[in-house]
């Protein structure tokens, strides 16, 4: 059975900073890319930030940003936990939205059950 819990959401003020951890399981996790999404209340679920599969030690792992979070957010992954995190600092309340942890290797995909973020003051 395949999960992917998501945890480290919570309430933050603007300006902090919070982590985000995903844990997967059922999953040959180093061959699956992750992602992280969000969905604000009212909008489409955007994607925020993306980390390559670690399958090939020869090839480098690369990541990709949702514009509006360069410079703020960084996705990492631990292969020996099969873990990733979404680490998110300089936090503005336009970040308030359900953050969702995401396992793709084509053509299957995987998707959490969402963790909250509210930045506000």
């Known amino acids: 059975q395949v999960q992917l819990v998501e945890s480290g959401g919570g309430l933050v003020q603007p300006g902090g900073s919070l982590t985000l951890s995903c844990a997967a399981s059922g999953i040959p996790f180093n061959f699956y890319a992750m992602n992280w999404y969000r969905q604000a209340p009212g909008k489409e679920r955007e994607f925020v930030a993306g980390?390559?599969?670690?399958?090939?030690?020869?090839?480098?792992?690369?990541?990709s940003y949702l514009d509006s979070v360069k410079g703020r957010f960084t996705i990492s992954r631990d292969n020996a936990k099969n873990m990733v995190y979404l680490q998110m600092n300089s936090l503005e309340p336009e970040d308030t939205a359900v953050y969702y942890c995401m396992g793709r290797r084509y053509p299957s995909e995987y998707w959490g059950q969402g963790t909250q973020v509210t930045v506000s003051s």
């Open positions: 980390i390559s599969s670690a399958n090939d030690p020869g090839i480098s792992i690369t990541t």
